[in-house]
C-alpha cells in the first residue's frame, strides 16, 4: 500500500533555531516528491520538488534531502522565523498521483 | 495571474441537506483536480478532470458526490444527501498540463451537522 508518513506530528521550537523535518514513505512507482507549506486556512504551496536523481535542494532556508535507496526525505529548516509556523506535508508523486502525509504542524515561538 | 480560487470558503449544513462546492481554476489549466481531508487524515484525492471530461474519479468516495466541469473551465463538487462523515476540507488544485505543479486553492471547510 501506497504510504507516506511523516515525523514528528508536532514541533514547537523558538525564533532562530533550526529544525528537521522527516518524510518516510513506501510509495511504488516514484516520480518526485514535494514538500509543501500550509498555513492555516490556507491551500498547500509547493516548496521544493526532488526528483530521484537530486539528494538536496534549497531554497532559500529550505533544504530538502531525498535518500532514493531508503526512501526517505527531510526538511531543514534554517534560522526560523515566526512566519515559518505552518504545516508542512510531504507528498510524493506516482504516475502523475499525488500521495500525501499527514504533515507536520510546526510552531515558531518568539 | 489569479490563483485557484475556492466557494465557498466556509458551509455548515445538516446531515440530509445539499451542498454544491466551487473551484475556479487558474485560467488556461485544463487539468483540475478535488482533493478532501478529512480531520486527522491525510488529503486524499478525489477525481481529476482534463478540460470538461473526468480523467479519474477512483477517489470519489461514493454516488452521492457528483463533480461536473461544464465548459471546461470552473468545476463544482456537489454533495447529496450529505452525511456526518463528509465533514472536512475540500481542496482544489489545477495544473496547465498534467504532471506539471498542481496550484492549490484555500479550500472550503464543510461542517455537517
Known amino acids: 500500500k501506497n504510504q507516506v508518513e511523516q515525523s514528528p506530528q508536532s514541533l514547537i521550537i523558538l525564533e532562530g533555531k533550526n529544525c528537521t523535518l522527516q518524510?518516510?514513505?513506501?510509495?511504488?512507482?516514484?516520480?518526485?516528491l514535494r514538500w509543501y507549506k500550509q498555513d492555516t486556512g490556507r491551500g498547500p504551496v509547493s516548496l521544493t520538488i526532488?526528483?530521484?536523481?537530486?539528494n538536496t535542494k534549497s531554497n532559500g532556508r529550505y533544504t530538502a534531502t531525498l535518500d532514493a535507496d531508503t526512501k526517505q526525505s527531510s526538511l531543514h529548516i534554517t534560522a526560523s522565523q515566526l512566519s515559518d509556523s505552518a504545516s508542512y506535508i510531504c507528498?510524493?508523486?506516482?504516475?502523475?498521483?499525488?500521495?500525501f502525509g499527514k504533515g507536520t504542524k510546526l510552531s515558531v515561538k518568539p | 495571474e489569479a490563483g485557484v480560487t475556492q466557494f465557498p470558503s466556509h458551509s455548515v449544513i445538516e446531515k440530509g441537506q445539499t451542498v454544491t462546492l466551487r473551484c475556479d481554476p487558474i485560467?488556461?489549466?485544463?487539468?483540475l483536480y478535488w482533493y478532501r481531508r478529512v480531520m486527522g487524515k491525510e488529503i486524499k484525492f478525489l477525481l481529476h478532470?482534463?478540460?470538461?471530461?473526468?480523467?479519474?474519479e477512483s477517489g470519489m468516495p461514493n454516488n452521492r458526490f457528483l463533480a461536473e466541469r461544464t465548459g471546461g473551465t470552473y468545476s463544482t463538487l456537489k454533495v447529496q444527501p450529505a452525511e456526518l462523515e463528509d465533514s472536512g476540507v475540500y481542496f482544489c488544485?489545477?495544473?496547465?498540463?498534467?504532471?506539471?505543479?498542481?496550484?492549490f486553492g484555500d479550500g472550503t471547510r464543510l461542517s455537517i451537522l
Open positions: 518524510c518516510n514513505y513506501t510509495v511504488s512507482p516514484f516520480s518526485n
Open positions: 488544485a489545477s495544473s496547465r498540463r498534467e504532471g506539471e505543479p498542481q496550484h
Open positions: 507528498v510524493v508523486i506516482s504516475q502523475g498521483n499525488l500521495i
Open positions: 485560467s488556461g489549466h485544463d487539468n
Open positions: 526532488m526528483t530521484f536523481s537530486e
Open positions: 478532470f482534463v478540460k470538461e471530461s473526468k480523467q479519474d
